[in-house]
């Protein structure tokens, strides 16, 4: 699986601003802030994993604001 490490690359995999504004249910101008953030709203991290997911991507639960598990962590590295 491919792993993403940035909310923009996040955003680029699933196909811009304008579709995770869509996804996410947000305003295309919000969205496009989320490029220079370091994480994304916690409330759009089920609907963006998912997404992902179904894309055979994944991001670490950090970009949006997530504590992750030591065992995560480690099988990352």
């Known amino acids: 699986m491919n792993r993403l490490s940035s909310t923009t690359e996040v955003m680029d995999a699933l196909g811009g601003t304008s579709a995770v504004a869509k996804l996410t249910g947000r305003k ?38 997530m504590v992750e598990c030591a065992a995560d962590l480690e099988s990352a590295s």
Request: hydrophobic share 60%.
């Open 28 to 65: 295309v101008s919000a969205a496009s802030n989320w490029h220079s953030f370091a994480a994304f709203p916690a409330n759009t991290f089920l609907v963006m994993q998912a997404a992902l997911g179904a894309k055979g991507l994944e991001a670490p639960a950090s970009l949006w604001g």
